[in-house]
């Protein structure tokens, strides 16, 4: 338990009964912008809970200022989330301006499950996959702090120096500046994809890391989804996920390939790296070179949608 310093570990106990007590620490894969841990907590009346804490103590990835914008968002969108189908983490604390320790923390409750990335039957777990996202969508929540915003504007978009397909860049780049197409807006969690989702028993346990949830167009849910599907699989599974969502949205959704785009622009990089929660959870084999050619594998899939 040398993890945590002793004022966290009072500061979380403050949340249960009296006389509860610590018995085991241990830290959690799969998080790049913050330490995970589990804690398991014993009360007087032998019962235990399992939480989560959640340091902002990589300041080189996330600075102060952000690290407590992103608390607070989570914190509500974790109460919201809790009022939507499917399991989702209960906030149970925060101290977003790091007065217990100098960084931020959230407390929360523990799901079951783990993250599986290699799934007996693929079709079955992207169906499941699909129908937890359009569980999440089936919402009408209109009034929240957070609204969507892309993460790269077009202007700042280049042609990527790497791709062999130059000139289907260049066309989704101008598909990127053009406007946002009218929307009805929905709550989303703006960070779906696989390694967010816990399975247990060959069933979605819950969804987790709700840290970037807001108010935006349920196809970026989708398109960031589809985009992880096709790095860590393949396109026919990306595309796969969207016949599912969309069978399963039924005349609720309007598939529209801009989204796809601009979630897709969102993560171009100059230099494509990949994403450490893959190989975390078993997925070692995902290089840069396979990156590379996935994203355009993925792009020319997009562009095919269009022209």
């Known amino acids: 338990m040398s993890d945590l310093t002793e004022s966290i570990k009072v500061w979380v106990l403050e949340y249960f009964p009296k006389g509860s007590f610590i018995t085991n620490i241990n830290c959690l894969k799969g998080s790049t912008t913050s330490t995970l841990v589990g804690i398991t907590i014993e009360h007087p009346d032998k019962t235990e809970s399992q939480v989560v804490l959640k340091q902002y103590n990589k300041p080189e990835v996330v600075g102060k200022s952000e690290a407590i914008t992103s608390v607070e968002n989570e914190a509500n969108s974790l109460i919201v989330a809790n009022s939507l189908r499917g399991n989702s983490p209960k906030l149970i604390g925060t101290d977003k301006y790091g007065d217990i320790s100098e960084y931020p923390l959230l407390l929360?409750?523990?799901?079951?499950?783990?993250?599986?990335?290699?799934?007996?039957?693929?079709?079955?777990?992207?169906?499941?996959?699909?129908?937890?996202?359009?569980?999440?969508?089936?919402?009408?929540?209109?009034?929240?702090?957070?609204?969507?915003?892309?993460?790269?504007?077009?202007?700042?978009?280049?042609?990527?120096?790497?791709?062999?397909?130059?000139?289907?860049?260049?066309?989704?780049?101008e598909i990127a500046k053009q406007p946002e197409p009218m929307y009805d807006p929905i709550f989303i969690h703006r960070d779906f994809h696989p390694v967010n989702v816990l399975w247990q028993d060959g069933e979605v346990a819950g969804v987790v890391d709700w840290t970037n949830g807001c108010i935006g167009h349920a196809g970026i849910d989708l398109g960031h989804c589809r985009?992880?599907?096709?790095?860590?699989?393949?396109?026919?599974?990306?595309?796969?996920?969207?016949?599912?969502?969309?069978?399963?949205?039924?005349?609720?959704?309007?598939?529209?390939?801009?989204?796809?785009?601009?979630?897709?622009?969102?993560?171009?990089?100059?230099?494509?790296?990949?994403?450490?929660?893959?190989?975390?959870?078993?997925?070692?084999?995902?290089?840069?070179?396979?990156?590379?050619?996935?994203?355009?594998?993925?792009?020319?899939?997009?562009?095919?949608?269009?022209?």
């Open 108 to 173: 929360m409750s523990k799901l079951p499950g783990a993250v599986d990335l290699h799934p007996d039957s693929i079709s079955t777990w992207i169906e499941k996959l699909a129908i937890t996202l359009v569980e999440i969508h089936q919402n009408d929540i209109k009034d929240f702090s957070s609204k969507h915003f892309r993460y790269q504007q077009s202007d700042d978009l280049n042609i990527p120096v790497w791709s062999q397909y130059p000139e289907i860049w260049k066309a989704l780049i």
């Open 227 to 307: 985009w992880n599907l096709a790095m860590i699989f393949g396109v026919e599974e990306a595309d796969i996920f969207l016949q599912y969502y969309i069978k399963q949205a039924g005349n609720k959704f309007k598939y529209d390939m801009y989204w796809d785009n601009v979630s897709l622009m969102d993560v171009l990089m100059d230099h494509p790296s990949v994403y450490p929660g893959w190989a975390a959870f078993g997925r070692r084999e995902i290089t840069k070179e396979i990156i590379m050619d996935r994203m355009d594998r993925y792009a020319i899939s997009l562009f095919n949608k269009v022209y």
